[in-house]
């Protein structure tokens, strides 16, 4: 079956680069996606790839994809307080004539002055 | 445009009641989906609707059912509770159904208790 896979926890220091890693499993997979949930909050759309793409920039989020080894990464330059919060990869999956998302577990990153 | 709105943002059940959770998805939109979310499962998904159709659905028991109306509001269900059912419940809209690169927008959740 189909399973995303994260790291749990991630700490960084204020003003440095956090890099949040993701392994996906569905090779069909044409767009991965990045969300973010702050606390009690629903989940936020960060940014998405096309699998043709190896690298997307949108100003502090740059995302990386490996489609060889289906690794994902996202990396937040400049990492402020305010970035702390839950980090979701996820995939789409074909089903039933549209497409199911598949999430993984979630990346805690606590961002400590 | 208002968000997704869900309704009510917490609820305390007991075991064996049954409990209804509300979705208002953001106006133009005609696909729903929902999502149950705890700290050992993570995010998972329950159902989609799409004109008031079931389009996917999750791997849960039977206890757990929805619906879409004409106005794509949607209402999920879940009977006989267990404790094992706390947890968030998510639901998200979309513009429609069917297309990968959809974008999903999340409402901020029904926390729901079960004691």
């Known amino acids: 079956g189909e399973d995303v896979e994260q790291s749990l926890f991630l700490s960084v220091r204020e003003g440095d680069s956090s890099v949040i890693n993701c392994t996906y499993t569905?090779?069909?997979?044409?767009?991965l996606y990045w969300y973010k949930q702050e606390p009690g909050a629903g989940l936020q759309l960060l940014t998405y790839?096309?699998?043709?793409?190896d690298m997307k920039q949108d100003q502090r989020l740059t995302v990386l994809l490996n489609k060889k080894d289906k690794h994902l990464s996202l990396r937040i330059a400049d990492t402020q307080t305010g970035d702390s919060a839950i980090y979701f990869c996820?995939?789409?999956?074909?089903?039933?004539?549209?497409?199911?998302?598949?999430f993984g577990r979630g990346t805690s990153l606590i961002v400590h002055p | 445009k208002a968000g997704v709105t869900q309704t009510p943002r917490y609820l305390i059940k007991t075991r064996g009641q049954q409990v209804t959770l509300s979705c208002s998805p953001i106006?133009?939109?005609?696909?729903v989906s929902w999502y149950q979310q705890t700290p050992g499962q993570g995010l998972q998904f329950l159902f989609e609707?799409?004109?008031?159709?079931?389009?996917n659905k999750g791997n849960f028991p039977g206890r757990f059912s929805g619906r879409q109306f004409s106005n794509s509001r949607s209402e999920m269900n879940v009977s006989t509770l267990e404790l094992g059912d706390s947890a968030l419940y998510l639901c998200?809209?979309?513009?429609?159904?069917?297309?990968?690169?959809?974008?999903?927008?999340f409402g901020s959740g029904t926390q729901l208790s079960v004691l």
């Open positions: 998200a809209s979309s513009l429609e159904a069917g297309w990968e690169d959809e974008k999903l927008f």
């Open positions: 569905d090779s069909s997979s044409t767009y």
């Open positions: 790839i096309f699998s043709n793409m």
């Open positions: 996820a995939e789409r999956v074909p089903s039933g004539g549209s497409y199911i998302p598949t």
């Open positions: 106006s133009g939109h005609r696909s």
């Open positions: 609707y799409f004109s008031e159709t079931q389009r």
